[in-house]
């Protein structure tokens, strides 16, 4: 069975960075493609970023160059580094893989 757990968010200011990690179990985050998605407030899950298992990402247009999905075997983990937030880049971010989510992460961004 596939366990996701999500880490790392938290208040930060407009401008500055914060890195999520997805810590998976019962799956390789390898095997297949990671997808990193958000929710805010009152909207639908929209997707954020995607690794695929050859490692090749693609980005939403939102937030494309300024955040950068990465993989790490050895730990099994899929991280989502996000710099240069904005108001708007606030909440709850989940991860996913083989149809299986995480709790997600809440990221708010005071402007």
């Known amino acids: 069975q596939v366990q996701l757990v999500e880490s790392g968010g938290g208040l930060v200011q407009a401008g500055d960075s914060l890195r999520l990690s997805c810590k998976a179990s019962?799956?390789?985050?390898?095997?297949?493609?990671v997808t990193w998605y958000r929710q805010a407030p009152g909207k639908e899950r929209v997707f954020v970023a995607v690794i695929g298992h050859l490692g090749t990402t693609l980005y939403g247009d939102s937030v494309k160059g300024r955040f950068t999905i990465s993989r790490d075997n050895a730990t099994n983990t899929v991280d989502l580094q996000m710099n240069n937030l904005k108001p708007e880049d606030t909440a709850s971010y989940y991860c996913s893989l083989n149809k299986c989510w995480g709790q997600g992460a809440q990221v708010a961004v005071s402007s």
């Open positions: 019962g799956r390789s985050v390898s095997s297949e493609g």
